[in-house]
């Protein structure tokens, strides 16, 4: 088993963690194309790449073979996301138990949502029914000394602008801290495009009492469909005046709206430089161009 270095250290290692986020591909062109890009991306020696979890079961093998032949193939450390949902305790078992005896340091430990394609999904009869039950799930497994390389580094979900379901942002805040106190080490953020959201929320998690590394999520707007697509989500992102001002003119003109994209992403991530964000998590698409070209003009490549 190699030496695995626990996520507080990495996070430590560097003033900024530089890190990107995959999804599992469908096809096998999709995966060669998405490792032709992972490999691209490993030019700029990012902290760790994580890997998104599906609903359905075959999405979910594909997340763990990702994260394999990231292990297998880069020097980079693989954060595979787990969903809690519809997920019995011995099925997170079984998951926790491979990726300990694989080498795996870190998970981000998250609830999920229930499949799209089953509104009627009771959640009361889940084993697991919001993520601070599988971060202590987690915390337990490390406890009882079950991971041959140390203990799970456990990452968990944060919502500058608020989660939807639960629109008091104090009681959203006293959820937040329930999960960092149970054992996480740092939070990634939720997607946002107007930095006083992100810096709000870590004034808030301050005032809250919680010290973990805040990882700002980022995602350079790409296209006008992408953008539509995002505002529809059930955690919709709020685009800010400052980033349609700029991209309005280009809605014919995808080359444009994309370069557009990258100027503004650029600028929102020289700015939370500036104020000492903990780390940027670039939500990559599976794409490199965009967050190469950004981590370039920002010197962090
Ligand atoms: C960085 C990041 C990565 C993600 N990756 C994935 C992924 O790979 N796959 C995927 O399916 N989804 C993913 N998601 C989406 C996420 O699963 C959903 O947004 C989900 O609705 C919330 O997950 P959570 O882990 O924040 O849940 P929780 O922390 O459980 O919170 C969910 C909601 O429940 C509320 N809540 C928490 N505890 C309680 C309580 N005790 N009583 C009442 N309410 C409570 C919270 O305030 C919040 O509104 C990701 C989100 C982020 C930000």
Redesign the pocket.
Known sequence: MRHIMHITEILKKSSTSVSF?FFPPKSEKAASDLFSAIKELEACAPTFVSV????GGTTRDRTHELVLKILSDTSIPPVP?L?CVGHSEAEIETILERYAQEGVGTV??????PPRDQPDYDRSTDSF????DLVKFIKRFNDNQRHPGGSFGIG????PEG????PNRM??MD??K??VDAGADYI???LFFDNHDLFDFRDRCELAGISIPIVA?IMPIASAAGMKRMAEL??GARFPAALIRRVQDFADSPQDFAAAGIDYATEQCQELLDHDVAGL?FYTLNKSGATLEITRRLGLA
């Open positions: 986020e998104t979890y599906g609903a996301h969903t981000l430990a998250l609830r999920g949502d029914h919001y993520a601070i968990v979900a944060g919502f989660h939807p379901e639960t009681i959203e959820h937040l329930a999960k990634c953020t939720q999520g059930a955690a998590h």
